[in-house]
């Protein structure tokens, strides 16, 4: 089955078209809303494409996506007519959404609903299923939400200890996100280490521009350290994660700051950002700090060293794990930080061995713990794009 993932943000759209698993074409349009639109369009095998147009809205960004996977030159379809389902990317599920959904016109009332929690994130989303709605009217479309996979924790770990009503009134809770890679990481781990998953006890952690843990205890996610938006939890790129909340409430009294301004500094000028004062980047910080910059270098270690106690504290709600497992660009990639979370964690049985951490490759999942290691420490390629693949085809299959 061809099946179309759309990945609609603010002002860009990811795609990525399936025939079952094997991945035909996959792309990335920037600047949506300009005159200088810039679509990357890539096919195995072949030379990216890149090319500039005017696109004000997703419908547009989406039929132009649409006509580059038909393109004789440089597409992968003979006719749009081929595209059977397409999949969804939804931010926000809320409590409506516990599994990957059919969208119907009352799945996208519910969806609508979430934008009052998620309101940078549902409406891009929504904009890809209008358009989508119209321009392949016929062809079922898919929800896949990054909330859904962590509706299974319980009231414990998702309930804030704040006065009962705003939960019951306005909803507002743990909600946590990036499901749909702790998800897919989790049943990887499961098949690298020969098990089936309901009986591991799991420690996924996301790190990317965004970054989340999470405890999966026999495949059901119990703790994430996201929030009742992503800007709880791990220090981030630009995010300060889990802070002293009376801090925004002084910093907003002190330099007369409104709403949408302490909404900035926390969610764009914070995480190492707004420790180092150099970069978001993990790279440029790992560089800068490899010639001394003392910023830098605090910067990685808040880092790390937040991970590594929310590892300890899910060790710690799990009663034990069996592995440790790192994704995402950063997770992915950067020795520095896995060796800085997981060394000095003997004591609890996390043994990494340091040469295989080092000599791990890009884009390879691997085990760099010891073979002594009582918790294995994995490396795993996220691909938050096949689950969504994955889920399309069999919900649209289903219905
Ligand atoms: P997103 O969360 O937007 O999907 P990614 O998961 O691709 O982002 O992560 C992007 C981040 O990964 C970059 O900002 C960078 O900090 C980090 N990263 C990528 N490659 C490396 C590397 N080789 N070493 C350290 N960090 C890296």
Do not use: W
């Not at 909330?147 to 939960?167: C, E, L, N, R």
């Not at 938050?384 to 889920?391: M, P, S, Y």
Request: with cysteine; aromatic share 6%.
């Amino acid at each position: 089955m061809k099946v179309l993932v759309l990945n609609c943000g603010s002002s860009s759209i990811k795609y990525k078209l399936y025939d079952d698993d094997r991945q035909l074409a996959e792309g990335l349009l920037e600047k949506i809303g300009t005159a200088q639109a810039q679509l990357n369009h890539m096919v195995a095998g072949r030379k990216k494409v890149v090319s500039v147009h005017e696109v004000l809205e997703h419908q547009a960004g989406i039929e132009l996506i649409l006509k580059v996977l038909v393109d004789p030159g440089k597409g992968v379809l003979t006719s749009i007519e081929d595209i059977q389902a397409v999949g969804h990317r939804v931010v926000h599920g809320a409590e409506s959404f516990s599994e990957s959904t059919l969208i119907t016109p009352e799945v996208v009332a519910k969806i609508e609903e979430c934008i009052d929690i998620a309101p940078l994130h549902n409406p891009p989303n929504l904009a890809g299923i209008y358009a989508i709605s119209r321009l392949l009217p016929k062809v079922p479309q898919v929800a896949v939400f990054d909330t859904a996979f962590h509706q299974t924790m319980p009231d414990k770990a998702f309930t804030y200890a704040i006065p009962y009503v705003f939960y019951a009134r306005n909803h507002i809770r743990k909600y946590g996100f990036h499901g749909t890679s702790h998800y897919f990481v989790a049943h990887e781990a499961a098949a690298m280490l020969g098990r089936t998953i309901d009986e591991l006890k799991l420690i996924t952690c996301h790190l990317g521009n965004g970054s989340s843990i999470t405890a999966v205890d026999h495949g059901k996610s119990v703790d994430t350290s996201m929030g009742f938006t992503p800007l709880e939890g791990l220090p981030m790129g630009t995010r300060c994660g889990d802070i002293d909340p009376a801090v925004p409430l002084y910093i907003m009294g002190k330099e007369e700051l409104n709403l949408q301004q302490i909404n900035a500094l926390l969610n764009k000028h914070s995480g190492v950002l707004g420790i180092s004062g150099i970069s978001n980047d993990f790279r440029t910080l790992e560089e800068e700090a490899g010639k001394g910059d003392k910023r830098a270098t605090l910067a990685l270690e808040v880092f790390c060293y937040k991970l590594k106690k929310y590892i300890g504290s899910y060790i710690a709600a799990m009663n034990g794990a069996d592995a440790i497992v790192f994704t995402g660009g950063i997770g992915e990639n950067s020795d520095v930080v896995r060796e800085m979370v997981v060394k000095d964690m003997e004591f609890l049985g996390v043994e990494l061995d340091a040469d295989k951490n080092r000599a791990k490759k890009h884009d390879e999942a691997a085990d760099i713990s010891k073979p002594s290691s009582r918790i294995k420490v994995l490396v795993i390629p996220t691909n938050e794009e096949l689950v969504i693949a994955r889920d399309t085809r069999r919900v649209a299959a289903a219905n």
